[in-house]
């Protein structure tokens, strides 16, 4: 199992709509969790971290975290074409004996249709 | 924040040889990471950057053939050694300035083996 997993898409929205992003994790004890956007050629980019259970809200962007749940989400309101990139989930696995990195998962490729 | 700069950012080699990137920040971080990201996939890290002891390397990277420096606070380097088209990939440099939160990224080293 991998340690980050999420939908490799590709994902088609609607402008104007709202995109849905999901991401599970396997280590249990994990407790920081980021959701960062890359567009093709570029680095990723950070959008919201998230480290405790409930949403987190910035401007039209919703992180979900359900830690009984392995389970974080991102929510994209009035989807523009301008978010058309691929979103990577990445957590902070540093319950393993204190370890400090950052693993990402193999990302989802959103597209918006104007 | 943190501005990682990278190089080179982009080189073609010949299979066999070996190239070293470089990555700086403009300011001291806690941590530094190398990524490797072949096309069309997410990033998978190679090893952790430690300040004045050797690097921590992932499940199936080795220090023969990725050897890591990190002679201070503010600047890292990877080589790929002996090269085979393999190799092929983007290499990127990342840091976090307090653990934990934001990982900043170099704008990649596109890296073609031949």
């Known amino acids: 199992q991998k340690e980050v997993e999420q939908n490799s898409g590709p994902l088609s929205v609607p402008e104007g709509a709202i995109a849905s992003l999901n991401c599970t994790y396997s280590?249990?004890?994990?407790?920081?969790f980021f959701w960062y956007r890359q567009y093709s050629g570029k680095s990723p980019e950070l959008i919201m971290s998230?480290?405790?259970?409930g949403d987190k809200e910035d401007g039209r962007f919703t992180a979900q975290l359900n830690k009984a749940s392995q389970y974080v989400s991102l929510l994209i309101r009035d989807s523009q074409p301008s978010d058309s990139a691929t979103y990577l989930c990445?957590?902070?696995?540093?319950?393993?004996?204190?370890?400090?990195?950052?693993?990402f998962g193999q990302g989802t490729r959103l597209t918006i249709n104007p | 924040s943190a501005v990682i700069s990278q190089k080179p950012s982009r080189d073609i080699c010949q299979r066999g040889t070996s190239l070293t990137i470089q990555c700086q920040v403009d300011s001291q971080v806690t941590m530094m990471f190398w990524y490797r990201q072949q096309p069309g996939q997410s990033l998978t890290l190679i090893a952790t950057?430690?300040?004045?002891?050797?690097?921590?390397?992932e499940s199936g990277f080795v220090i023969d053939k990725f050897p890591i420096s990190r002679p201070n606070l503010t600047f890292s380097t990877l080589t790929v050694s002996n090269m085979s088209p393999e190799d092929s990939s983007i290499y990127l440099c990342?840091?976090?300035?307090?653990?934990?939160?934001?990982?900043?990224f170099g704008q990649g080293t596109r890296l073609t083996v031949v």
């Open positions: 950057a430690n300040q004045g002891s050797e690097a921590t390397y």
């Open positions: 280590d249990r004890v994990s407790q920081s």
């Open positions: 990342s840091a976090w300035t307090e653990v934990d939160t934001e990982a900043f």
């Open positions: 998230i480290y405790s259970n």
């Open positions: 990445a957590v902070n696995p540093r319950g393993k004996g204190g370890a400090q990195k950052l693993v």
